[in-house]
């Protein structure tokens, strides 16, 4: 997707040019008011650039210098809105029928009955929207933009207005939707977890420009995120592999470059899969030698890549290796010092906690 | 004796009325409902006009356009060989008039309930406009067809003065029920005035009882 941007309403102006892959998730990502939505509803022709152009691989939706602008309804995109979008007036079935009649005539391999038995959408059928929970809602707004046969989803927040108990509702679905359908998605998120989880590539924005574009791991890795209260929070993106559920103690073993990893139990995710963790920065401790005797079970060996210290600050940072995976720590610049802590040195890193929180 | 003349033809004037009006009324209050014209303020001022302007003003000014010297009274004339003043047809355009801010404020509003949201999600279902307002916005706005029809309906069977100075008095061809109260109790006939009076009464309010009734129970389903 070859996007050219310009667009300005009310003291808002975007100006955006991005080449997005067509495949896999592309996260975008920003603070409020960053113009993510915006450029969303404009990819859907819902709001119409000043000039530029929007071209889909041999489709122009949208190109500024010929008027060309096609509707809506004419672009071959599926939508997962904010809001809540269902059709009020309809059941499940009837929300979910109302996409497959429009689009049945596309070619493809996806259909009414694997769709409703991939997000699991059996049960609820006959029931009303108002009847659904807040994930359930999501789930049956994602398989409604799936019958549509899109050449894109759009995800505009599917799981913001969730709250934290009930995104398991929606999540894995959309996560085995998103790769059991292969279909290219532009995912709005506020979220660092499910980026991290779902998104392949990331599009930063900031005041309807570009701040930087790439894979997930070196653009969160590059970036100190801003949390939700405005503090900075780094953290890396490892990608790990489930190795086996201990179920007696309740954990799950994961290996990173033939080491192992243990975090709270995951058995709803199969022996083999490959899972990307985030660890924050904050969560990482160093120690020269490996400890003995501590209750921290996450313990590797590393290599100290780089290290920085804030000059006015009480902390450092440090940019460790293990074999190609990179991992930050979080250290103060007293043990910094006390330790003798510089590059190249091998140190064992303590990972206090991993999340993959859902 | 019931004089059933009066009652059929409020009957059949407020029934072609309301139907007449579902099929101006939609349009407009959709346009109204989405537009971001500038003239939209304009329309909706002279749509609520017949609210604020006496109907003697209004009938006046419909009986000098609607008579066979006006072009569309003569009009009316040349096609169809009756005049559009003192008739039935004439009737149903100055009702039409009247009652149109009945029609279409009630549709505005229900139209605007509906909100932006499920017609951009009928788009994004690859839905074209005409598709999304039939099988998405008319659904959702049932409520509003209710209530509009029901104002309508209601609005022209109580009209008097515009159906005074357009129709005149003709019985069996413009004498409505409203009119016939009134020359009734002119005449000092207070029993069939009582009659035609108690009658309307008691249709309005079982009218609209029912659609208060049938208002509440479609609540769950469709609000």
Redesign the interface.
């Known amino acids: 997707m070859d996007l050219d941007l310009r667009f300005a309403r009310g003291g808002f102006e975007l100006d955006l040019r991005a080449e997005i892959i067509g495949a896999g998730v592309t996260a975008i990502m920003g603070p409020n008011g960053a113009g993510k939505s915006t450029l969303l509803r404009l990819i859907?022709?819902?709001e119409t650039p000043q000039s530029g152009h929007i071209r889909v691989g041999d489709t122009t939706w949208f190109d500024g210098a010929n008027g060309q602008h096609s509707?809506?309804?004419q672009r071959p995109?599926?939508?997962v809105?904010q809001?809540?979008?269902?059709?009020?007036?309809l059941d499940v079935a009837g929300n979910l029928a109302?996409?497959d009649r429009?689009?049945k005539r596309l070619a493809g391999t996806l259909t009414l009955s694997g769709v409703i038995e991939a997000l699991e959408l059996g049960p609820l059928l006959k029931q009303?929207p108002a009847t659904l929970s807040g994930g359930e809602r999501q789930r049956v707004a994602l398989g409604?933009?799936l019958l549509?046969r899109p050449d894109w989803l759009?995800l505009d927040e599917p799981l913001t207005a969730l709250d934290r108990d009930r995104r398991g509702d929606i999540l894995p679905y959309l996560r085995e939707a998103l790769r059991a359908f292969d279909i290219p998605a532009l995912l709005v998120s506020h979220s660092l977890d499910d980026v991290a989880e779902l998104a392949d590539h990331v599009l930063m924005l900031s005041n309807g420009r570009k701040q930087s574009h790439g894979p997930v791991d070196t653009i969160l890795a590059r970036y100190d995120v801003e949390t939700a209260d405005g503090r900075r929070d780094p953290s890396s993106l490892i990608k790990a592999r489930v190795t086996r559920h201990d179920a007696a103690h309740q954990l799950t073993h994961m290996e990173i470059d033939g080491h192992r990893l243990d975090m709270p139990l995951m058995d709803d995710v199969g022996i083999g899969a490959w899972l990307r963790l985030r660890i924050r920065a904050r969560d990482v401790a160093l120690a020269l030698e490996r400890p003995e005797g501590t209750s921290i079970r996450n313990i590797l060996p590393v290599t100290i890549a780089d290290i920085q210290t804030d000059e006015d600050g009480p902390f450092g940072h440090a940019v460790l290796h293990l074999g190609n995976t990179r991992i930050r720590a979080r250290l103060t610049r007293a043990s910094i010092h006390d330790l003798g802590l510089k590059p190249d040195q091998n140190v064992f890193a303590l990972i206090r906690s991993v999340s993959f929180d859902r | 004796m019931i004089d059933f003349a009066p009652i059929a033809l409020s009957l059949a004037l407020a029934t072609v009325t309301t139907l007449c009006l579902l099929l101006i009324g939609t349009p407009l209050a959709w346009w109204l409902s989405q537009t971001r014209s500038r003239f939209k303020p304009v329309i909706e001022a002279v749509t609520a006009l017949p609210l604020v302007l006496p109907p003697t003003v209004l009938g006046f000014y419909l009986l000098i356009a609607l008579s066979p010297n006006a072009p569309i009274g003569q009009f009316w004339l040349t096609l169809t060989g009756d005049t559009l003043t003192f008739s039935f047809s004439g009737l149903v355009v100055a009702s039409v008039i009247y009652s149109l801010p009945f029609m279409v404020q009630p549709l505005q509003a229900a139209f605007e309930r509906v909100g932006r949201?499920?017609m951009?999600?009928?788009?994004?279902?690859?839905?074209?406009?005409l598709?999304t307002f039939l099988?998405?916005a008319l659904?959702?706005s049932?409520r509003g067809f209710l209530v509009a029809s029901v104002l309508t309906f209601a609005h022209t069977i109580g009209e008097f003065g515009v159906v005074l100075m357009v129709g005149g008095n003709i019985p069996g061809r413009t004498q409505v029920i409203s009119i016939a109260v009134f020359e009734h109790v002119e005449s000092l006939e207070y029993s069939q005035a009582h009659i035609l009076a108690g009658g309307l009464l008691v249709f309005s309010f079982v009218t609209l009882l029912a659609v208060y009734t049938a208002n509440r129970k479609l609540t769950p389903?469709?609000g």
Do not use: C, N, Q
């Not at chain 1, 809001?83 to 007036?89: I, K, N, P, R, W």
């Open positions: 859907a022709g819902f509707k809506p309804w995109f599926g939508m809105f809001g809540d979008a269902l059709f009020a007036h109302f996409a429009r689009a009303s409604r933009a549509t759009l | 949201m499920p951009e999600a009928a788009a994004s279902l690859r839905a074209k406009p598709d099988t998405i659904p959702l049932s389903h469709v």
